[in-house]
């Protein structure tokens, strides 16, 4: 197991968000953590990822407690963390946002990503490598932000809601990305709201609602769960 989330509370000022949030990652899963707005997935990658430390539980990565190290540490452990808002840097171009994302995380076993590399899985950065990143299209940008993690070389990749207001053929796009990292036997953990894209993607599921894990199971499980599907991710 590389990522054991066992039972943390997490709080915004006063208020209480997550509640006795407990989940897990296997080495080379692609897992999903579903839910509708507002149920509590973004708070729960920003505690694993420590950008909002949870106040109880525990976050073990690779068996090592992570709850109260900061986000720097992590990502130096080897998480990679993709939010939500596509934090790319505008004024530079392509090639230069990816290389500022480029490090080695201690302990890295295997073959540390280039630009190189990179222009393989998105060829489209290949072309636009001298183009401003605030020139790209949404989705471009998303790859972009999700490309610059991966020069970072890390062992889980956190996804906060990577298909968010993207068009359909971008979507299509992306999974096919996701899907090659997984071959490539990187480990991926994405919180998401849209259903269709997750059970095409997923080996595994959550479902959050209200801050609390209401469900997990199989993606094959979930998708013959009407129930759940119906209760809390309005299907």
């Known amino acids: 197991m590389i990522l054991d989330v066992r039972q943390i509370n997490t709080y915004y000022e006063t208020s209480h968000i997550l509640f006795n949030v407990s989940l897990s990652v296997d080495r080379g899963e692609i897992v999903c953590l579903l839910g509708r707005n507002g149920a509590g997935k973004t708070t729960t990658m920003r505690s694993i990822m420590g950008l909002t430390p949870p106040k109880s539980g525990s976050v073990q990565f690779h068996g090592e407690e992570l709850r109260n190290r900061p986000p720097h540490y992590n990502a130096q452990k080897g998480m990679g963390y993709v939010p939500d808002n596509r934090l790319i840097f505008p004024d530079l171009t392509v090639l230069e946002n990816l290389e500022l994302g480029r490090k080695i995380p201690k302990n890295f076993e295997g073959d540390p990503w280039t630009v190189e590399r990179i222009y393989e899985l998105f060829p489209i950065f290949a072309d636009r490598q001298h183009q401003h990143g605030g020139t790209l299209s949404g989705g471009e940008q998303q790859m972009l932000t999700l490309a610059r993690t991966l020069m970072g070389n890390p062992d889980l990749l956190l996804l906060d809601e990577p298909v968010e207001g993207l068009a359909p053929l971008v979507v299509k796009d992306l999974r096919q990305q996701i899907l090659k990292l997984k ?3 990187l480990t991926i953990l994405f919180s998401e709201q ?5 059970t095409q993607t997923s080996d595994r599921a959550y479902v959050i609602d209200g801050g609390r894990i209401e469900y997990q199971g199989s993606i094959e499980e979930l998708s013959a ?9 309005m299907i």
């Open 194 to 198: 849209n259903v269709k894209f997750a």
């Open 225 to 233: 769960n009407e129930e759940i599907k119906q209760k809390y991710l």
């Open 183 to 185: 071959q490539m036997g």
